[in-house]
C-alpha cells in the first residue's frame, strides 16, 4: 500500500505536526497560567504594599506616641533632678552658714576663755599684793 519511503516521510510529517501543535498548545497553557500567575503576584504584592503600609503607619504612630511619653518624662525627670539640686544647694548653704556660727562661737569661746584667763592673773596678783 505505501511504501517504506512515503511511510517515513508521512511520519516524519506526522512527527513534525506533532511537534507544532504541542509547542502551540504549551504556547497556550504556559501563557494562560504564567498571566494568571503574574496577575496573582502583582495583586498580591499590592495586597502585602498595602498591608505593610498599613502596619507601618501604624508603627509610626505608635513610635511618635512612645517618643512623645518619653519626652515628657524626661522632662519630668529633668524637673526632679533641678528640684533636688536646689534642695541639694539649700542644705549646702545652710550646713556651711551653721558651720561658720559653730567656728564664730568657738573662735569667741576662746577668746573668752582668754579674757578670764587673764582677769583670773590679775584677780591673782591684785591677791598676792594685797596679802603682801
Do not use: P
Not at 518624662?73 to 549646702?92: A, F, G, M, R, Y
Amino acid at each position: 500500500m505505501f511504501n517504506e519511503s512515503t511511510f517515513i516521510s508521512m511520519l516524519v510529517f506526522i512527527f513534525i505536526i506533532g511537534n507544532f501543535t504541542g509547542v502551540f498548545i504549551y504556547n497556550l497553557i504556559q501563557n494562560k497560567f504564567v498571566n494568571n500567575l503574574e496577575k496573582r503576584i502583582q495583586d498580591n504584592m499590592k495586597n502585602y504594599e498595602h498591608i505593610v503600609l498599613e502596619n507601618t503607619d501604624k508603627i509610626i504612630d505608635e513610635f511618635e506616641e512612645f517618643i512623645e511619653i518619653s519626652k515628657k518624662l524626661s522632662n519630668d525627670t529633668l524637673k526632679i533632678q533641678n528640684e533636688i539640686l536646689n534642695v541639694n544647694t539649700n542644705t549646702k548653704n545652710q550646713f556651711d552658714k551653721f558651720y561658720d556660727e559653730i567656728n564664730q562661737a568657738q573662735i569667741i569661746r576662746l577668746r573668752l576663755e582668754n579674757e578670764i584667763v587673764k582677769l583670773k592673773n590679775i584677780i591673782k596678783r591684785q591677791n598676792n599684793k594685797g596679802e603682801k
